[in-house]
């Protein structure tokens, strides 16, 4: 085959498209195929070199005594051959390093030690590196990849399952980090431990990945396998992994991770060194502001259902930083109508939960017109109860006509669901404020809406159900909506008054694309005025505000 002008050694085959590749531009890419994209597998000390600061990976545990515990014959043989063509003690490799000067405990599995097999030696040295961080107050990033436990070892393999996990609960328990990077493959007995038990659970494109391999299923239940199964992408889209890395942003999305999962109980105050933000409206803002004509009950409810009103991912970017969204309820899928995620204000890292019903046609169909599902409520219950692991302050945008109501979601339990996001959110030792930014619409509103502070901005509604459903149900008449809405007291001015919210948020005469900013921006400034009043409180007296609020309806 005619390989151009360098020599064959020069060049690499792919495993994806099977092209040969030059291979010095594959390394300058990081082992990625420049022609298809595909991912190479990455040997040990070539992943250290892209996530850790140069010369300060500090390896541990090299020198453990191995033992054949089953006397399984020929693997002792078996084990000093792959030691010698690797350079490699074992499957893993775990130690101590710096990412951009924050320090961490990396393991790192090789798929080309017995297909990074976990027997007994592999389970003892990540359980050590994870006691060890514990020890040290260390998050510990894991590189997995696995063809699952190691038959030589049998039952004893088994049992690193349980105890690599042991140590995971021990670590988070001192609220520590722990996140595992799914490399490809990550099978068997690694993805039904480690691998799947972290904090955030992140994987490179197209690996593969589950519990029992492809070849397994096959032979075991003699099931056609449909195109793309257990691929990153396909956990993804079912909800088991919060998502996709790809390498050129390795090490910034790992110092990114560290940093914000760094915050202390009753530090919320931001910290930012940057000039303060001083919120100025324009004159045409002002002037819209003051001489906008007051709405009514039924004229705000239209507002707020129009696709091309603001939605949380219009005033997100201006009021956070580095938003980064986090996918899935770990158990069935990731449910558009909700988005959570990780971000940082002036410095202080916050989690964010949203409602998002969409800009368009098929965007509305996918996010399922802002009507979470089940595994909506409880993606977002995930993330809030990882912000109170961590010490995160939490800031809910709620837009929702309600929790879609059919089949499907009562065959996962839409009220459970609902009613467990009530009781967890009730007890949360972190600061929760919760803004409505245009429909909240009955429980399926309140589910993301236990806050320490409840605000409203001045044209969204907020209901026991629609005006539609409130007519058809009392008066037996759904065309009675307009007459029902001016009743219901659904307005932000009317729940001001009732002291259901504590605050109105002023859309400087109306949200549309050019008043977002300014709305955003007078957000933010409360936002670090919220956060601010916390600092220094203890987790059990902000849950126990929040109860009293509560309390006092």
């Avoid at 802002?370 to 219950?381: C, D, I, Q, T, V």
């Avoid at 809405?485 to 050019?514: C, W, Y």
Wanted: charge should be neutral; aromatic fraction near 10%.
């Amino acid at each position: 085959m005619q390989l151009g002008k360098g020599k064959e050694e020069d060049y690499i085959k792919c495993p994806k498209c099977g092209k040969m590749i030059e291979k010095s531009r594959v390394i300058k890419k990081k082992y990625v195929c420049y022609e298809c994209g595909g991912y190479f597998r990455v040997r040990t000390n070539n992943r250290i070199r892209m996530v850790a600061d140069l010369n300060t990976f500090e390896p541990w545990f090299e020198d453990m005594p191995v033992s054949n515990p089953l006397s399984y014959e020929g693997y002792e043989e078996k084990l000093e051959e792959t030691r010698a063509k690797t350079g490699l003690k074992e499957a893993v490799t775990v130690g101590k390093c710096k990412v951009f000067g924050e320090e961490a405990v990396l393991g790192v599995c090789d798929a080309r030690f017995m297909m990074a097999s976990m027997g007994h030696v592999v389970g003892e040295k990540i359980t050590r590196a994870i006691e060890k961080a514990t020890q040290l107050k260390l998050p510990v990033f894991l590189f997995c990849c696995s063809g699952g436990a190691r038959m030589q070892e049998g039952i004893v393999s088994l049992m690193q399952m349980a105890k690599t996990s042991a140590a995971i609960k021990k670590h988070g328990d001192a609220g520590l980090l722990y996140c595992s990077i799914l490399t490809d493959p990550t099978t068997g007995g690694v993805t039904a431990s480690f691998a799947m038990l972290g904090d955030i659970i992140m994987a490179e494109p197209g690996a593969l990945i589950g519990f029992a391999g492809p070849r397994v299923i096959k032979q075991t239940i003699g099931q056609e396998l449909p195109e793309g199964f257990q691929t990153a992408e396909f956990l993804v889209e079912h909800g088991i992994i919060d998502g996709i890395v790809k390498r050129e942003n390795l090490k910034k999305t790992i110092y990114f991770l560290i940093k914000t999962h760094q915050c202390k109980e009753g530090n919320y105050a931001a910290y930012s060194d940057n000039v303060d933000f001083h919120f100025e409206l324009s004159e045409t803002l002002k002037e819209r502001s003051w001489y906008a004509l007051p709405r009514t009950a039924w004229e705000k409810v239209k507002a707020v259902r129009t696709v091309d009103r603001p939605s949380a991912s219009d005033y997100i970017p201006h009021i956070f930083d580095f938003f980064v969204e986090a996918h899935g309820d770990r158990s069935f899928k990731d449910d558009g109508a909700i988005v959570g995620g990780l971000a940082f204000i002036d410095g202080q890292p916050v989690t964010i939960i949203s409602d998002e019903k969409g800009k368009d046609f098929k965007e509305c169909q996918n996010r399922n017109f802002g009507m979470p599902m089940p595994e909506g409520y409880r993606k977002a219950l995930r993330l809030m109860k990882q912000a109170e692991k961590f010490n995160r302050p939490i800031i809910s945008f709620v837009n929702t006509p309600g929790a879609f109501c059919g089949i499907e979601a009562e065959e996962r339990g839409q009220g459970e669901a609902i009613a467990r996001n009530l009781l967890e959110m009730s007890g949360l030792k972190v600061p929760v404020l919760c803004i409505l930014i245009g429909e909240g619409g009955s429980g399926g509103a309140l589910a993301t809406a236990v806050g320490n502070e409840v605000w409203m901005m001045e044209n969204a509604t907020y209901s026991i159900l629609s005006p539609e459903g409130f007519a058809s149900i009392l008066w037996k008449d759904s065309n009675r909506a307009k007459e029902a809405s001016e009743v219901m007291n659904i307005t932000a001015q009317d729940l001001k008054r009732l002291g259901i919210i504590e605050k109105i948020i002023p859309e400087f005469g109306g949200a549309d694309r050019k008043t977002k900013e300014a709305i955003a921006g007078y957000m933010k400034e409360n936002i670090k005025t919220f956060l601010e009043k916390y600092d220094g409180k203890t987790g059990a007296e902000i849950a126990e505000e929040r109860y009293q609020r509560f309390r006092e309806y």
